[in-house]
């Protein structure tokens, strides 16, 4: 099943490509936390639950293979915000070239 859905996300992924070069979006779909109190340190289970709450933008390239890389685009309130750039198959230098761009441009504030 897993395999199958993996499978519907690529497809879904390709057809959305068609349309563009990349894809951006926010590595991570909320503000960078604070880090973890040290009791939390002991609670191993709700650790891993933080920690692959970060991951949901992210996970989707590993399991279709498409070239991403995330890059910062800036800060909010301080803290960093980062630019997930994710490109067709075998298309990985075009994702270089967007996240060099990215990275060479005017920072907002």
Do not use: W
């Not at 497809?11 to 939390?40: F, Q, R």
């Not at 630019?83 to 075998?90: E, N, S």
């Amino acid at each position: 099943k897993a395999q199958n859905l993996c499978k519907a996300l690529t497809d879904e992924y390709n057809k959305a490509l068609e349309k563009v070069d990349v894809l951006i979006m926010p590595t991570c779909h909320y503000k960078a936390p604070k880090l973890p109190a040290a009791s939390l340190l002991d609670d191993v289970n709700e650790l891993l639950t933080e920690a692959f709450s970060m991951v949901r933008n992210t996970v989707a390239s590993n399991s279709t293979g498409h070239p991403s890389i995330s890059v910062n685009a800036g800060f909010s309130e301080g803290l960093p915000v980062g630019a997930l750039i994710t490109g067709r198959h075998h298309e990985d230098a075009t994702v270089l070239r967007v996240a060099k761009t990215l990275e060479s441009g005017p920072r907002p504030s």
